[in-house]
């Protein structure tokens, strides 16, 4: 287990399972998934147990095979392994000449040629063959490309930048309609989920009942209980009121910059239930009956 190759295989497969999870997960801008999601941290350090633990059981079963063999065989099995470990290094070793194709210095005047510039000599090295193969996959790529793009009139770059757009108009309308915290003025709807108008609730008793008073009934502020709205009702006039602040001068302050989008909402839904209760000292009606238009 202390060889250089075990330390090395349990990082890659460590390695391999914190890149799975940054896949994996959804998470902000510049934010990695370990740090958003903490839990992730626990199947890492799962995975790295689990990686220490093969790398012992395999050391351990290696060490008692070779206790059971006799000296001689025990020999031999130490002789494989170094013959491996030995035609192993020498592949790495002359990995760089096979990426390459170049000559040792020692044999370099095998591919000098008669060109000589105040000593500078010039060489005749093959060209690499990663170098070589690409240049040929892009040979055969042009081809394709001249025959579907010029030959065969497929979409065009106008065309395939209309039609991202377009998915990608579609995709930011399915991501808001989903983010809680890009809750929009247009977008924001009546929340009913009790745990919701629970949060709503603890949000107006904190912040709101100095000017409507924790029944709804109004103080400072207007009646929250009746039909008569001063800048409209509905959820989307009331999450107007919230984010943008009432009437200029003497209407209720902004709230865009002390809550989330999403608490603003639960807080709007909350107010939207008070509607038709009775308050123990209502305040006398301000603004109009606001009805909900039906849009037939």
Not at 254 to 278: H, I, M, R
Request: glycine share 6%.
């Amino acid at each position: 287990m202390r060889t250089l190759a075990s330390i090395f295989r349990i990082i890659a497969i460590v390695a391999i399972a914190w890149g799975g999870v940054e896949l994996l997960f959804e998470t902000e801008p510049g934010q990695l998934a370990v740090i958003q999601y903490p839990k992730t941290l626990l199947f890492i350090g799962v995975i790295l147990l689990v990686s220490i633990a093969v790398e012992v059981s395999v050391a351990a079963l290696r060490f008692t095979l070779l206790r059971s063999l006799s000296p001689e065989k025990q020999e031999l099995f130490l002789a494989s392994e170094q013959k491996f470990s030995k035609k192993l290094s020498n592949y790495f070793e002359r990995l760089p000449n096979l990426l390459t194709r170049s000559k040792a210095i020692e044999e370099e005047d095998e591919i000098e040629l008669d060109h000589n510039y105040d000593g500078i000599r010039e060489l005749d090295n093959k060209l690499p063959p990663w170098w070589l193969y690409s240049f040929y996959a892009s040979i055969i790529f042009a081809a394709f490309y001249l025959a579907r793009f010029h030959i065969f009139d497929d979409y065009t770059q106008v065309e395939e930048f209309q039609s991202e757009v377009a998915q990608a108009e579609i995709d930011i309308a399915r991501y808001k309609e989903t983010a809680k915290d890009l809750v929009t003025i247009e977008t924001v709807t009546l929340m009913e989920e009790p745990s919701d108008l629970e949060a709503g609730k603890q949000i107006y008793l904190n912040n709101c009942v100095a000017c409507h008073k924790a029944d709804g009934g109004g103080g400072i502020g207007p009646n929250l209980t009746d039909e008569h709205w001063i800048l409209g009702g509905g959820v989307k006039n009331v999450y107007r009121t919230l984010i943008e602040g009432g009437r200029p001068g003497k209407g209720m302050v902004s709230w865009k910059n002390d809550f989330k989008p999403s608490e603003l909402q639960q807080v709007a839904s909350y107010v939207l239930t008070l509607q038709g209760t009775t308050p123990a000292e209502p305040k006398d009606p301000q603004g109009e009956i606001w009805q909900e238009e039906i849009i037939e």
